[in-house]
């Protein structure tokens, strides 16, 4: 995207704002371009991403809890739900979440704050996480990745004219990013932290802010990252692992072996829908974090290509609804949601594939996990909205 012309474009059909000071569209008649394939897209993922859980979850729910379809079940009422919160934001029109930015970032930083404590928030796996009861449980890093999307975009539009200024402009935006981000660190979750660091990053260069400024916070938040990476014995183990996972098969290289023999083992055509092996206990997380090597063993090839496929163009219509966008707070908000489904995908399916450290990360959209999903299709309903009011 070049930023300038972007800008300018959305300078000449940027919206009016009414007495208190909310932004109004200037298309709010019938639908963008992109708004269907987005909407068929999304369907599409979800409709998978119901199959597989069902499929890879099957074994681990009847051992557990004495029914092949408990994930499933559970799995099939957040998507209605998640459903049910894309429509809404695809109706819901986006200049209005302006009036949501603040008690989302507040509500965001209590509940983060809330999962911390060892009387409130739930702990599975040496992660305090969630909040909730019993199975059904609330992930706040979730609402995080919106509820920080949508403060910077706001203020990346509110001060256009003084993006040069830091004080004004990118100071707020690292504190409310070293706010968050810090509380998430401390669940542990660094794989979220990353990602919404990636958001901000994006939203910060789209939004315009120079070149030099920068610099400096790619070098800084790149040397943190890298700290925080070994600083944990189970992270340092995911990064050495990556360089050379048969060195400890039955420990730390064991989960992406497994998932490394089910991908290649599925071929061309795969094994066929729910005759996988690897769901058998043999590869942990098998419906969560690593569902794409069960679509690669039972679907083949085919089904792991039709999966990026869905991402990719899920990508390539969240650009051009960034770069035809009717505003400019439009346009922020199509990059960020953008740039969070696809860098989660690539992220989880890096892992996945053994080019990337394994992360705890799921794979968007269809990966089994409530709020996950929910968020995530809250998210698209959004950016579906900003499609909606897209001109050609």
Known sequence: MTIRRAERTHARTSPSRNAGGVRQSGHQSGTGPFYLPIVGVVAALVLMGTLMVLSASTVLSLTTYGSAWHFFVRQTVWTILGVAAFWYASKFDYHRLTRLVQPLMLATCVLLGLVLLPSVGIEAGGARRWLGVDLWRFQPSELA?????????????????????????????????????????????????????????????????RFRHLMPLAIAGSALAAYLAISEPYRRARVMTLFDPPTDLANKG??????????????????????????WLFLPNAHTDFIFSVVGEELGFIGTLLVLTLFVALAFLGVRTALNAPDRFGMLLATGLTVWVSAQAAINIGGVIGILPVSGITLPLISFGGSSLVFTLAAMGILANVARQTRR
């Open 145 to 209: 990745k919106l509820a920080l999307l949508l403060f910077i975009a706001d203020l990346l539009d509110r001060r256009a004219d003084e993006i040069d200024d830091k004080q004004r402009v990118l100071y707020p935006i690292l504190i409310a990013l070293g706010v968050v981000g810090a509380l998430i660190v401390f669940e542990p979750d660094f794989d979220s932290t990353v990602l919404i660091a990636l958001v901000a990053g994006s939203l910060m260069i789209v939004g315009g802010i």
């Open 254 to 279: 064991y989960q992406i072996s497994q998932s490394l023999i089910a991908l290649g083992s599925g071929g061309i055509s795969g094994a066929g829908l729910g005759a996988g092996k690897s769901k």
